[in-house]
Structures are given as structure tokens and as C-alpha cells.
Nanobody, 123 residues
Framework: QVHLAESGGGLVQAGGSLRLSCAAS????????MGWFRQAPGKEREFVGT????????DYADSVKGRFTISKDNAKTTVYLQMNNLKPEDTAIYYC????????????????WGQGTQVTVSS
């Protein structure tokens, strides 16, 4: 089991930027895929993006392409979500997740989850 801890959320004005961090501990992330998801009030959990720990290959939801970037720091076993040009509709709790295997946008396929961090974008 991987323990995940997100940080970096907050309140930002539309057009602003935030960088979320997800620190992993408990085991190495070889052969893992790391995902970012978000959940707004009254809505289902939504895929944001994912990265393969081995290869660094990334996928993004269409709604965030060109604005959000996922990166990783192998030495710190940390995954980042850089969010630029934020919009009010990006307001949500953002979660980091981990799974052994290939990247996927399905939250049901991720075994380990962080506690989430709130991102609020004001208009």
C-alpha cells in the first residue's frame, strides 16, 4: 500500500496558478501509475491526468489540456500538478491516486488515495 499526501491547495483568482504536490511513501513507485482526480460539490469524481512512474508518459483530460501539467520527482517520490490559467469551474477537491500498472482515467482502478486538497478559484 502507498500512502499519499496532497498539499498546495488554496484560494486563487481566475487566471492564476497553483501547484499541487502529492508525496508518496510506503513503497517504491516502480511500475506504478499516478493519477490526479477532482471532485466538485454534487458531482462525481473526475479524471484530471495521469503519469507513468517508469516512463513519464502523461495523459490529460480535455478540460485541462494546455493548462495543467503533471510532473514527478523520482528522488522525492512526489508527483506535482501545475495548474495555470485557472477557471472557476476548476474549483474542487483534488485527489492524488496510485495504482500498479498502466495509466488509466478510471478512478475505480486506483487502489490508493490521498486525503485531497481544496482548490477554489474565484471569478
Amino acid at each position: 500500500q502507498v500512502h499519499l499526501a496532497e498539499s498546495g491547495g488554496g484560494l486563487v483568482q481566475a487566471g492564476g496558478s497553483l501547484r499541487l504536490s502529492c508525496a508518496a511513501s510506503g513503497r517504491t513507485l516502480t511500475n506504478y501509475a499516478m493519477g490526479w482526480f477532482r471532485q466538485a460539490p454534487g458531482k462525481e469524481r473526475e479524471f484530471v491526468g495521469t503519469i507513468s512512474w517508469n516512463t513519464g508518459v502523461r495523459d490529460y483530460a480535455d478540460s485541462v489540456k494546455g493548462r495543467f501539467t503533471i510532473s514527478k520527482d523520482n528522488a522525492k517520490t512526489t508527483v506535482y500538478l501545475q495548474m495555470n490559467n485557472l477557471k472557476p469551474e476548476d474549483t474542487a477537491i483534488y485527489y492524488c491516486a496510485a495504482r500498479v500498472g498502466l495509466r488509466t482515467s478510471s478512478p475505480d482502478r486506483y487502489a490508493d488515495w490521498g486525503q485531497g486538497t481544496q482548490v477554489t478559484v474565484s471569478s
